[in-house]
Protein backbone atom coordinates (compact mmCIF):
# COMPACT_ATOMS: atom_id res chain seq x y z
CA UNK A 1 0.00 0.00 0.00
CA UNK A 2 1.34 3.56 -0.66
CA UNK A 3 0.77 5.75 2.09
CA UNK A 4 0.82 9.48 3.25
CA UNK A 5 0.59 10.73 6.27
CA UNK A 6 0.19 14.87 6.56
CA UNK A 7 0.95 15.83 9.94
CA UNK A 8 4.10 17.86 12.04
CA UNK A 9 7.21 15.89 11.44
CA UNK A 10 10.93 16.69 11.73
CA UNK A 11 11.69 19.20 11.51
CA UNK A 12 9.35 20.46 13.70
CA UNK A 13 9.52 19.00 17.52
CA UNK A 14 6.86 17.60 19.84
CA UNK A 15 4.29 15.21 20.44
CA UNK A 16 2.30 14.63 17.44
CA UNK A 17 6.01 15.02 15.33
CA UNK A 18 7.42 11.85 16.96
CA UNK A 19 3.72 9.95 16.84
CA UNK A 20 3.84 10.58 13.34
CA UNK A 21 7.25 9.40 12.42
CA UNK A 22 6.51 6.35 14.98
CA UNK A 23 3.32 5.76 12.94
CA UNK A 24 5.63 5.95 9.91
CA UNK A 25 7.95 3.10 10.47
CA UNK A 26 4.73 0.84 11.72
CA UNK A 27 3.80 1.45 7.89
CA UNK A 28 7.00 0.85 6.89
CA UNK A 29 7.49 -2.31 9.14
CA UNK A 30 4.22 -3.93 7.71
CA UNK A 31 5.80 -3.89 4.12
CA UNK A 32 4.26 -0.36 2.84
CA UNK A 33 5.29 2.48 1.10
CA UNK A 34 4.96 5.67 2.87
CA UNK A 35 5.91 9.53 3.37
CA UNK A 36 5.27 12.09 5.38
CA UNK A 37 4.33 14.97 4.12
CA UNK A 38 4.93 18.07 7.09
CA UNK A 39 4.50 21.81 7.39
CA UNK A 40 7.19 24.64 6.49
CA UNK A 41 5.01 26.89 8.66
CA UNK A 42 2.73 25.29 11.15
CA UNK A 43 2.20 28.14 13.07
CA UNK A 44 3.00 31.52 12.79
CA UNK A 45 5.15 32.92 15.39
CA UNK A 46 2.27 35.43 17.23
CA UNK A 47 0.15 31.70 17.76
CA UNK A 48 2.94 30.00 19.16
CA UNK A 49 3.15 29.89 22.40
CA UNK A 50 6.71 28.08 23.08
CA UNK A 51 10.38 29.05 22.77
CA UNK A 52 10.97 27.72 19.30
CA UNK A 53 9.00 25.08 16.59
CA UNK A 54 12.04 23.20 15.23
CA UNK A 55 13.91 20.46 16.92
CA UNK A 56 17.51 21.06 17.65
CA UNK A 57 17.97 17.27 17.10
CA UNK A 58 19.35 15.44 14.02
CA UNK A 59 16.80 14.36 12.07
CA UNK A 60 16.02 10.42 11.12
CA UNK A 61 17.15 9.32 8.35
CA UNK A 62 15.10 6.08 7.62
CA UNK A 63 11.91 8.43 7.01
CA UNK A 64 11.50 10.45 3.94
CA UNK A 65 9.77 13.17 4.96
CA UNK A 66 8.69 16.55 2.68
CA UNK A 67 8.61 19.82 4.11
CA UNK A 68 5.94 21.41 1.78
CA UNK A 69 2.60 22.52 3.70
CA UNK A 70 2.16 26.26 5.04
CA UNK A 71 -0.80 26.33 7.34
CA UNK A 72 -1.39 29.82 6.76
CA UNK A 73 -0.54 29.79 2.70
CA UNK A 74 -3.77 28.58 0.84
CA UNK A 75 -1.37 28.13 -2.44
CA UNK A 76 0.71 26.06 -0.60
CA UNK A 77 -2.47 23.85 0.30
CA UNK A 78 -3.29 23.88 -3.41
CA UNK A 79 -0.20 22.37 -4.19
CA UNK A 80 -0.13 19.82 -2.34
CA UNK A 81 -3.35 18.97 -2.54
CA UNK A 82 -2.77 18.43 -6.57
CA UNK A 83 0.38 16.77 -6.66
CA UNK A 84 -1.05 13.84 -4.20
CA UNK A 85 -4.25 13.36 -6.37
CA UNK A 86 -2.17 13.18 -9.40
CA UNK A 87 0.24 10.78 -7.41
CA UNK A 88 -2.77 8.99 -6.19
CA UNK A 89 -1.54 7.00 -2.98
CA UNK A 90 -3.47 4.41 -1.73
CA UNK A 91 -4.41 6.01 1.78
CA UNK A 92 -3.36 9.14 3.13
CA UNK A 93 -3.66 9.96 6.83
CA UNK A 94 -4.40 13.15 8.17
CA UNK A 95 -3.65 13.94 11.82
CA UNK A 96 -5.90 16.63 13.09
CA UNK A 97 -5.34 17.97 16.58
CA UNK A 98 -6.24 21.44 16.76
CA UNK A 99 -9.42 23.35 14.52
CA UNK A 100 -6.91 26.47 12.90
CA UNK A 101 -5.50 23.84 10.83
CA UNK A 102 -8.72 23.00 9.53
CA UNK A 103 -8.37 24.92 6.34
CA UNK A 104 -5.39 23.89 4.83
CA UNK A 105 -5.58 20.46 5.86
CA UNK A 106 -9.37 20.39 4.55
CA UNK A 107 -8.39 21.67 1.42
CA UNK A 108 -6.01 19.01 0.76
CA UNK A 109 -8.05 16.35 1.32
CA UNK A 110 -10.49 17.84 -1.13
CA UNK A 111 -8.55 17.68 -3.79
CA UNK A 112 -6.83 14.87 -3.03
CA UNK A 113 -10.06 12.71 -2.65
CA UNK A 114 -10.85 14.22 -6.09
CA UNK A 115 -8.83 11.59 -7.89
CA UNK A 116 -11.34 9.01 -6.91
CA UNK A 117 -9.03 6.49 -5.77
CA UNK A 118 -7.33 7.41 -2.28
CA UNK A 119 -9.24 7.00 0.92
CA UNK A 120 -8.84 9.96 3.75
CA UNK A 121 -8.14 8.64 6.99
CA UNK A 122 -8.48 11.31 10.14
CA UNK A 123 -6.74 10.51 13.26
CA UNK A 124 -8.26 13.02 15.68
CA UNK A 125 -7.03 13.60 18.72
CA UNK A 126 -9.59 16.03 19.47
CA UNK A 127 -12.57 17.61 17.67
CA UNK A 128 -13.43 19.49 20.56
CA UNK A 129 -10.62 21.24 21.52
CA UNK A 130 -9.28 22.15 25.02
CA UNK A 131 -9.05 25.73 24.92
CA UNK A 132 -12.11 26.81 22.75
CA UNK A 133 -12.07 29.67 20.25
CA UNK A 134 -14.81 31.37 18.08
CA UNK A 135 -15.07 29.87 14.93
CA UNK A 136 -13.70 26.31 15.98
CA UNK A 137 -16.58 24.81 15.08
CA UNK A 138 -16.99 25.64 11.48
CA UNK A 139 -13.15 25.46 11.17
CA UNK A 140 -13.38 21.65 12.45
CA UNK A 141 -16.38 20.93 10.51
CA UNK A 142 -14.65 22.19 7.53
CA UNK A 143 -11.74 19.30 8.03
CA UNK A 144 -14.15 16.46 9.29
CA UNK A 145 -16.37 16.88 6.41
CA UNK A 146 -13.58 16.48 3.73
CA UNK A 147 -12.62 12.93 5.54
CA UNK A 148 -13.50 10.07 4.49
CA UNK A 149 -13.28 7.80 7.98
CA UNK A 150 -11.29 8.18 11.31
CA UNK A 151 -9.54 6.75 13.87
CA UNK A 152 -10.10 8.42 17.43
CA UNK A 153 -7.62 7.39 20.35
CA UNK A 154 -10.88 7.92 23.04
CA UNK A 155 -13.84 7.23 22.82
CA UNK A 156 -14.68 10.33 24.33
CA UNK A 157 -13.77 11.59 20.83
CA UNK A 158 -15.36 8.83 19.08
CA UNK A 159 -18.46 10.09 21.16
CA UNK A 160 -17.45 13.86 19.81
CA UNK A 161 -18.14 13.00 16.08
CA UNK A 162 -21.17 11.42 16.41
CA UNK A 163 -22.41 14.66 18.06
CA UNK A 164 -21.06 16.89 15.52
CA UNK A 165 -22.97 15.01 12.61
CA UNK A 166 -19.85 12.35 12.11
CA UNK A 167 -21.42 9.15 13.03
CA UNK A 168 -22.43 7.54 9.69
CA UNK A 169 -18.71 7.53 8.69
CA UNK A 170 -16.61 4.48 8.88
CA UNK A 171 -14.81 5.50 12.47
CA UNK A 172 -12.71 3.13 15.09
CA UNK A 173 -11.34 3.65 18.66
CA UNK A 174 -7.96 2.20 18.94
CA UNK A 175 -5.89 3.52 22.47
CA UNK A 176 -2.63 5.53 21.98
CA UNK A 177 0.57 2.97 21.27
CA UNK A 178 3.42 3.11 22.95
CA UNK A 179 6.00 5.92 22.48
CA UNK A 180 8.69 3.06 22.71
CA UNK A 181 10.94 5.58 20.70
CA UNK A 182 13.04 7.45 23.78
CA UNK A 183 15.32 4.04 24.72
CA UNK A 184 14.84 1.32 26.90
CA UNK A 185 13.97 1.95 30.66
CA UNK A 186 17.02 2.25 32.93
CA UNK A 187 17.27 1.57 36.95
CA UNK A 188 16.07 4.31 39.27
CA UNK A 189 19.62 5.25 40.64
CA UNK A 190 20.79 5.70 37.58
CA UNK A 191 18.21 8.21 35.97
CA UNK A 192 18.79 10.15 39.36
CA UNK A 193 21.96 10.36 39.53
CA UNK A 194 22.16 11.57 35.53
CA UNK A 195 19.60 14.46 36.74
CA UNK A 196 22.00 15.35 39.26
CA UNK A 197 19.25 14.96 41.79
CA UNK A 198 19.06 14.25 45.72
CA UNK A 199 19.18 10.65 46.71
CA UNK A 200 17.60 11.23 50.12
CA UNK A 201 13.99 12.16 48.48
CA UNK A 202 11.29 10.59 46.15
CA UNK A 203 10.15 11.74 43.11
CA UNK A 204 6.80 12.67 41.45
CA UNK A 205 7.27 13.50 37.67
CA UNK A 206 4.85 16.22 35.77
CA UNK A 207 6.00 16.29 32.51
CA UNK A 208 4.94 17.96 28.86
CA UNK A 209 3.91 21.52 28.32
CA UNK A 210 2.13 23.18 30.34
CA UNK A 211 -1.16 24.85 29.69
CA UNK A 212 -4.14 25.91 31.73
CA UNK A 213 -6.24 22.36 30.95
CA UNK A 214 -2.98 20.25 32.69
CA UNK A 215 -4.07 21.34 35.62
CA UNK A 216 -0.47 21.77 37.23
CA UNK A 217 -1.85 24.37 39.75
CA UNK A 218 -4.23 21.86 41.39
CA UNK A 219 -0.89 19.47 41.57
CA UNK A 220 0.97 22.23 43.26
CA UNK A 221 -2.06 23.24 46.12
CA UNK A 222 -1.81 19.62 46.42
CA UNK A 223 1.92 19.58 47.14
CA UNK A 224 0.88 22.02 49.63
CA UNK A 225 -1.44 19.74 51.60
CA UNK A 226 0.41 19.10 55.11
CA UNK A 227 0.17 14.99 54.93
CA UNK A 228 1.85 15.28 51.39
CA UNK A 229 4.25 17.87 52.90
CA UNK A 230 5.28 15.72 55.91
CA UNK A 231 6.52 13.20 52.56
CA UNK A 232 10.36 13.31 51.00
CA UNK A 233 8.82 13.55 48.12
CA UNK A 234 9.28 16.17 45.21
CA UNK A 235 7.59 17.47 42.30
CA UNK A 236 9.68 17.25 39.44
CA UNK A 237 8.11 19.60 36.64
CA UNK A 238 9.56 18.78 33.20
CA UNK A 239 8.15 20.79 30.16
CA UNK A 240 8.06 24.16 28.34
CA UNK A 241 5.46 26.82 29.19
CA UNK A 242 2.94 27.12 27.29
CA UNK A 243 1.53 30.23 28.65
CA UNK A 244 2.25 32.93 31.42
CA UNK A 245 4.26 31.10 34.16
CA UNK A 246 3.21 34.13 36.65
CA UNK A 247 -0.01 32.00 37.96
CA UNK A 248 1.77 29.37 38.96
CA UNK A 249 4.45 30.92 40.31
CA UNK A 250 1.99 32.45 42.73
CA UNK A 251 0.99 29.15 44.14
CA UNK A 252 4.39 28.25 44.70
CA UNK A 253 5.31 31.86 46.93
CA UNK A 254 1.93 31.33 48.66
CA UNK A 255 2.86 27.94 49.91
CA UNK A 256 6.62 27.90 50.12
CA UNK A 257 6.98 24.73 47.46
CA UNK A 258 10.15 26.45 46.13
CA UNK A 259 12.18 23.78 48.03
CA UNK A 260 10.27 20.98 47.10
CA UNK A 261 10.34 21.47 43.35
CA UNK A 262 12.73 20.32 40.44
CA UNK A 263 12.42 22.49 37.59
CA UNK A 264 13.01 21.86 34.06
CA UNK A 265 11.16 24.32 32.32
CA UNK A 266 12.39 24.13 28.93
CA UNK A 267 11.56 21.81 25.84
CA UNK A 268 12.87 18.16 26.77
CA UNK A 269 14.75 17.15 24.33
CA UNK A 270 14.34 12.97 23.42
CA UNK A 271 17.97 11.85 24.54
CA UNK A 272 16.88 12.94 27.90
CA UNK A 273 13.31 11.88 28.36
CA UNK A 274 14.51 8.33 30.18
CA UNK A 275 15.88 10.07 32.66
CA UNK A 276 12.96 12.03 33.74
CA UNK A 277 10.53 8.99 33.82
CA UNK A 278 13.01 6.61 35.23
CA UNK A 279 13.72 8.92 38.71
CA UNK A 280 9.86 8.98 39.10
CA UNK A 281 7.68 7.28 41.99
CA UNK A 282 5.01 8.28 39.61
CA UNK A 283 3.89 10.19 37.03
CA UNK A 284 1.18 12.87 37.49
CA UNK A 285 -1.53 14.23 35.14
CA UNK A 286 -3.56 16.21 37.16
CA UNK A 287 -5.57 17.41 33.86
CA UNK A 288 -9.36 19.52 33.96
CA UNK A 289 -10.23 17.87 30.57
CA UNK A 290 -8.24 15.66 28.33
CA UNK A 291 -9.47 13.73 25.69
CA UNK A 292 -6.13 11.25 25.67
CA UNK A 293 -2.48 11.95 26.79
CA UNK A 294 0.91 10.56 25.11
CA UNK A 295 2.35 11.00 28.26
CA UNK A 296 0.24 7.87 29.52
CA UNK A 297 1.90 5.82 26.61
CA UNK A 298 5.55 6.93 28.11
CA UNK A 299 4.91 5.96 31.34
CA UNK A 300 3.40 2.42 30.14
CA UNK A 301 6.70 2.29 28.03
CA UNK A 302 9.54 3.21 31.03
CA UNK A 303 7.03 0.91 33.47
CA UNK A 304 5.98 4.39 35.55
CA UNK A 305 2.57 4.02 37.78
CA UNK A 306 0.16 6.77 37.04
CA UNK A 307 -2.16 9.33 38.65
CA UNK A 308 -4.69 10.92 36.10
CA UNK A 309 -8.05 12.52 36.62
CA UNK A 310 -11.28 11.27 35.86
CA UNK A 311 -12.21 13.56 32.74
CA UNK A 312 -12.64 13.23 29.20
CA UNK A 313 -10.86 9.86 27.67
CA UNK A 314 -7.89 9.99 30.52
CA UNK A 315 -9.21 7.12 32.19
CA UNK A 316 -9.59 4.78 29.80
CA UNK A 317 -6.51 3.50 29.43
CA UNK A 318 -5.53 3.84 33.25
CA UNK A 319 -7.47 0.85 35.36
CA UNK A 320 -8.05 2.40 38.91
CA UNK A 321 -6.05 0.46 41.57
CA UNK A 322 -4.11 -1.73 38.80
CA UNK A 323 -1.14 1.29 36.95
CA UNK A 324 -1.94 3.74 39.64
CA UNK A 325 -5.21 6.29 40.27
CA UNK A 326 -7.79 7.44 38.77
CA UNK A 327 -9.23 10.56 40.64
CA UNK A 328 -11.59 13.81 40.69
CA UNK A 329 -9.34 16.73 39.79
CA UNK A 330 -9.01 18.42 43.03
CA UNK A 331 -6.07 19.22 45.38
CA UNK A 332 -7.64 16.64 47.63
CA UNK A 333 -8.04 13.93 45.95
CA UNK A 334 -4.44 14.09 44.40
CA UNK A 335 -3.34 14.50 48.30
CA UNK A 336 -5.03 11.49 49.35
CA UNK A 337 -4.00 9.26 46.42
CA UNK A 338 -0.03 10.25 46.97
CA UNK A 339 0.01 9.93 50.95
CA UNK A 340 -1.74 6.38 49.82
CA UNK A 341 0.90 5.32 47.42
CA UNK A 342 3.84 6.40 49.79
CA UNK A 343 2.49 4.79 53.35
CA UNK A 344 1.50 2.05 51.88
CA UNK A 345 3.97 1.32 49.44
CA UNK A 346 1.89 0.97 46.25
CA UNK A 347 5.28 1.59 43.88
CA UNK A 348 6.24 -1.98 42.99
CA UNK A 349 2.47 -3.41 43.03
CA UNK A 350 1.51 -1.01 40.50
CA UNK A 351 4.59 -0.54 38.27
CA UNK A 352 4.12 -4.45 37.69
CA UNK A 353 0.26 -3.72 36.51
CA UNK A 354 2.01 -1.41 34.09
CA UNK A 355 4.16 -3.99 32.81
CA UNK A 356 1.32 -5.78 32.03
CA UNK A 357 -1.48 -3.44 30.87
CA UNK A 358 1.40 -1.80 27.97
CA UNK A 359 1.27 -5.60 26.00
CA UNK A 360 -2.02 -4.20 24.86
CA UNK A 361 -0.76 -0.78 23.36
CA UNK A 362 1.02 -1.59 19.75
CA UNK A 363 1.79 0.40 16.40
CA UNK A 364 0.27 -2.69 14.35
CA UNK A 365 -2.82 -2.24 16.04
CA UNK A 366 -3.48 1.31 14.82
CA UNK A 367 -1.70 0.72 11.38
CA UNK A 368 -4.16 -2.53 11.24
CA UNK A 369 -7.28 0.06 12.11
CA UNK A 370 -6.23 2.83 9.84
CA UNK A 371 -6.37 -0.06 7.06
CA UNK A 372 -9.56 -1.63 8.53
CA UNK A 373 -11.46 2.11 7.96
CA UNK A 374 -10.06 2.31 4.36
CA UNK A 375 -10.72 -0.61 3.72
CA UNK A 376 -14.82 -0.11 4.45
CA UNK A 377 -14.57 2.74 1.55
Request: hydrophobic content about 45%; charged content about 20%; some cysteine.
Amino acid sequence: MKVVIIGPAYPLRGGLATYNERLARAFKQAGDEVRIVTFSLQYPDFLFPGQTQLSTETGPTDLAIEVSLNSVNPLSWLAVGRRLRRERPDLVVFRFWLPFMGPALGTVARLVRGNGHTCVVAITDNVIPHEKRPGDGPLTRYFLSACDGFVTMSRSVLADLQRLGFGSKPALYRPHPLYDNFGPPKPKAEAVKALGLATEFTYILFFGFIRAYKGLDILLEALANARVAALPVKLIIAGEFYEEAAPYEAIIQQYGLENRLVRATDFIPNERVANYFCAADMVMQPYKNATQSGVSQVAYHFGRPMLVTDVGGLAELIPAGVVGYVVPPTPSAIADALVDFYENDREEAFAAGVRQEAKKFSWEVMVAALKEVARTL
